[in-house]
T-cell receptor, first 113, second 113 residues
Framework: AQSVAQPEDQVNVAEGNPLTVKCTYSVSGNPYLFWYVQYPNRGLQFLLKYITGDNLVKGSYGFEAEFNKSQTSFHLKKPSALVSDSALYFC???????????FGPGTRLSVLP | DAGITQSPRHKVTETGTPVTLRCHQTENHRYMYWYRQDPGHGLRLIHYSYGVKDTDKGEVSDGYSVSRSKTEDFLLTLESATSSQTSVYFCAIVGQGPYNEQFFGPGTRLTVL
């Protein structure tokens, strides 16, 4: 079965520093990987996805993610964190049929001023 | 934001009472989903629909039923609410075709006393 893991419950980073939120995956077939963000009292919002092609994917709000097939990872990154990036981040992968999604448990990012 | 709304946004009810949550979309998308979000579990799929009157169970469907009589509306019913169903419920839609991102509603916070 398709699955994703987010090894860190919480990530703290100082404003202006680079941030990384980690995701590893286990899939059969080609990996299709997604990142979503959830701000307080809001629904999830799509950030970016990897389908095929360039291993570095650029998304919304200055975020990017690096697909690494050998390490089965899809880490979310941003060169310079903002306090407003503080939120809950979810990695997700479609199931075998492509229309349902399996979500990781989420990583809470806190950017400290 | 995608045209997806949920009602009510907050509800407090008592154990044993029936509860219906509504999801409404204006995007004319075929697929609609109901998730619940609980700390430490990320998002878990309750039920989904792939068309009018076409629904299927997700990972945590026990105690829940759904109906879809129109493309734009997807109803989630708790026939007899229990305290374990206290959660935040999210509806989502996704465009036609595989590996498209989901768009989420704002959520409904349900408390069962």
């Amino acid at each position: 079965a398709q699955s994703v893991a987010q090894p860190e419950d919480q990530v703290n980073v100082a404003e202006g520093n680079p941030l990384t939120v980690k995701c590893t995956y286990s899939v059969s077939g080609n990996p299709y990987l997604f990142w979503y963000v959830q701000y307080p009292n809001r629904g999830l919002q799509f950030l970016l996805k990897y389908i095929t092609g360039d291993n570095l994917v650029k998304g919304s709000y200055g975020f990017e993610a690096e697909f690494n097939k050998s390490q089965t990872s899809f880490h979310l990154k941003k060169p310079s964190a903002l306090v407003s990036d503080s939120a809950l981040y979810f990695c997700a992968v479609p199931d075998n049929y492509g229309q349902n999604f399996v979500f990781g448990p989420g990583t809470r990012l806190s950017v400290l001023p | 934001d995608a045209g997806i709304t949920q009602s009510p946004r907050h509800k407090v009810t008592e154990t044993g009472t029936p509860v219906t949550l509504r999801c409404h979309q204006t995007e004319n998308h075929r697929y609609m989903y109901w998730y619940r979000q609980d700390p430490g579990h990320g998002l878990r799929l309750i039920h989904y629909s792939y068309g009018v009157k076409d629904t299927d169970k997700g990972e945590v469907s026990d105690g829940y039923s759904v109906s879809r009589s129109k493309t734009e509306d997807f109803l989630l019913t708790l026939e007899s609410a229990t305290s374990s169903q206290t959660s935040v419920y999210f509806c989502a839609i996704v465009g036609q075709g595989p590996y498209n991102e989901q768009f989420f509603g704002p959520g409904t916070r349900l408390t069962v006393l």
